[in-house]
């Protein structure tokens, strides 16, 4: 089966690492997110619902589904579903001080602020209580149901943890009550390879959001886990 990976123009440069690893397990060809051809599957990594669904319209099944990318890349959307969920988050439209500014859509914590003073809600951001543990969370890397991997991320000079914004990063032992919180999550959402990250407040998990076209940086240089190789053999056998 031939299939296409795609990634936008910008990102593509970025992840050349992760494109030569799709490429070495899988037949695929890198295109990027205006190509409209066909294929025998498709693995989005553009962050973009709509460039998945215009594919599984045709048939063609998509690694992460559109539903997941619509939800992950909307906070406000993905917060909101977390509480009615009954799994635990900051507050969110909160109007105290300081507060937590995040652009809706972003990613690797570059539209992540924190105010100190209010101001009116912006459209295109969600405003948030911040946790008392800040510089601090936990990514967990995902394929369909099953953990494959946990580590610690720490920023003592910024209240943003992001690997790539400077942070350290250290591999965690998941206990049994974080274990059934991440297991619950993943009931609740149809996903192939994503990462759920966690924050701490009074020293409990507290979810902070699902990255939807997950890295693997901080896996590769922190385990011997080769978690790209694991997420094509879990395409191919759904394919099959």
């Given amino acids: 089966m031939s299939g296409i990976l795609i990634y936008t123009k910008e990102e593509a440069k970025r992840n050349q690492f992760t494109i030569d690893k799709f490429k070495e397990y899988l037949n695929v060809k890198l295109v990027h997110e205006d190509y409209k051809g066909n294929a025998d599957f498709v693995i989005n990594r553009t962050n973009d619902f709509k460039t998945g669904k215009y594919f599984e319209e045709k048939g063609i099944r998509v690694f992460n589904p559109s539903s997941l990318s619509q939800l992950a890349n909307d906070k406000q959307k993905c917060y909101e579903f977390m509480q009615k969920n009954g799994i635990p988050i900051m507050p969110i439209n909160y109007e105290g001080i300081p507060v937590i500014k995040k652009k809706i859509n972003g990613h690797g914590g570059t539209e992540v602020f924190m105010l ?125």
């Fill in 116 to 240: 100190q003073k209010k101001e009116t809600f912006e459209n295109g951001y969600v405003y948030q209580k911040p946790c008392d543990t800040l510089g601090k969370d936990l990514r967990v890397w995902v394929i369909g149901n099953k953990i494959i991997a946990s580590i610690l991320r720490t920023n003592d000079a910024d209240f943003r943890s992001n690997f790539c914004l400077g942070g350290n990063a250290e591999l965690y032992n998941l206990n049994e009550k974080e274990t059934i919180l991440i297991k619950r999550i993943i009931s609740l959402i149809k996903s192939d390879y994503i990462g759920i990250d966690f924050i701490f407040n009074n020293g409990e998990f507290v979810f902070n959001e699902i990255e939807d076209t997950v890295g693997a940086r901080m896996v590769y240089s922190k385990t011997d886990i080769d978690i790209i190789k694991m997420y094509c053999d879990y395409i191919k056998q759904i394919l099959n």
